[in-house]
Each structure stands twice: as C-alpha cells, then as structure tokens.
C-alpha cells in the first residue's frame, strides 16, 4: 500500500528558505520516480521537480537555481529544498509516487511579509 505523507510548509518571508519532507512508503523506493507539484489557489497544479531512477532530476524552469529536489534512500524521504522564496511560490506543495500516480495529501507553503 503506498502512503506519502509530507510535512515542512509554513510561513516564510520573501528570500527565505523551507524545506519540505515526504515520507514515502511505496514499493522500490529507490528505483521509483518521485516529484513536487504545487496548485496556487486559483491555478492548476503544476510540477515543480522530478526525481527518477538513477537520481536523475527535471526541474520546472522557476525552479530552477532556487530549489533542490533529493532522496534519502535509508528513510525513504523525499525532499525539497526551496531558497530564495518569492511570494508567487505560495501554494500547497504535493509529493507525488510517478510511477503509481498517487499523491500525498499537501502541505501550505505561504511566502509573505
């Protein structure tokens, strides 16, 4: 049974950092291709980064230089790390299983002074 259960949203200031947590339980963890997506209110979810088998990584173009998409193969964790944060990044964040199509439930990410 697969289970992502993310966590390290929050309220930050512009220019600040978070990193986000998803605690995976799927099947072949380390061969399983993981990502992050976001939905703004009023927007449709779109995939902020990948990461597939043999580490490879796919970022989104804002994503690029600013965030950092790993895994810890010991915890079975997905992480995002997410620098230099801008208001328009405000979102829930989603951890997604690619492989199985199955999403975690979200956590807020809320960029504001």
């Known amino acids: 049974q697969v289970q992502l259960v993310e966590s390290g949203g929050g309220l930050v200031q512009p220019g600040g950092s978070l990193r986000l947590s998803c605690a995976a339980s799927?099947?072949?963890?380390?061969?399983?291709?993981m990502a992050w997506y976001r939905q703004a209110p009023g927007k449709q979810r779109e995939m902020v980064a990948q990461i597939l088998a043999q580490d490879l990584v796919n970022y989104a173009e804002f994503a690029k230089d600013r965030f950092t998409i790993s895994r810890d193969v010991a915890k079975t964790t997905v992480f995002l790390q997410m620098n230099s944060l801008k208001p328009e990044d405000t979102a829930v964040y989603y951890c997604k299983d690619e492989l199985r199509d199955y999403w975690g439930q979200g956590t807020q990410v809320t960029v504001s002074s």
């Open positions: 799927v099947p072949r963890f380390t061969t399983t291709p």
